[in-house]
């Protein structure tokens, strides 16, 4: 790449939570060594927020005040030089449009680039699992029946489990063998039932999962698209103000 092709800086919204942030920073980096090869790595900027603060936000329900800290956090990101901007948290694209009207900078939505993903591979049943939020929100929903695949949501006993797992373990940092044993038999449980794609529909679900097993067609890991849309946006080059999202 010549200067004026340089990459675009991705701006990533993170610590929500950390250990999340830790695998978008290293995917995206693998990502843009293997696009370029050699010693090439991305050009990235994070605002990581307290994640405690975002939580209490999300459990009391406040999405405007939660949308004010990622508000803040974008604009942030922007005048430390980011071209686009990723939010690293799936509950969180609920306030998707206070970032947006944050700054100027493109938003590649992780909604849109993992129901598209979903369609390629040809699922026609999706179970959604992440927290219930994300679950109820009907962001997923939505961008799933506008392309002819019928979304399927847990029932109420295992939400709480998902719940449990990730606001009491995964986001803490913790990765049980106990909370990885229930997830799969909630895999296997969902498959019988019909459903023929799992959306890891919470950026750290991804960790109860082997990665080998990972990288199956019917596991629609939101971080893997997400982070995979992100590297093309790099690589694209600078965008113009308000340039069209995936």
Known sequence: ????????????????????????????????????????????????????????????????????????????????????????????????????AACDLPLIDIVEVTAEATRSRGITRAAVLGTRFTAQGGLFTGALAARGIAPVLPAAEDQRLVDRIIYEELCRGTVSDTAASAFTDLRQRLRRDGVDGIILACTELGLLIPPPERVSPEIVDTVAVHVEALVTASLAGRPGPRAATR
């Open 1 to 100: 790449m010549t200067p004026a092709e340089e990459p675009a800086v991705i701006g990533l919204l993170g610590g929500m939570s950390w250990p999340s942030t830790l695998t978008y920073y290293r995917a995206v980096n693998e990502g843009v060594a293997k696009a370029l090869g050699g010693s090439h790595s991305a050009r990235m900027v994070i605002w990581s927020q307290d994640y405690a603060e975002v939580e209490r936000r999300q459990l009391a329900e406040d999405w405007e005040g939660a949308g004010a800290l990622l508000a803040a956090g974008a604009r942030r990101l922007a005048a430390a030089g980011a071209d686009v901007l990723a939010i690293a948290c799936n509950t969180m694209h609920r306030v998707s449009g206070a970032v947006r």
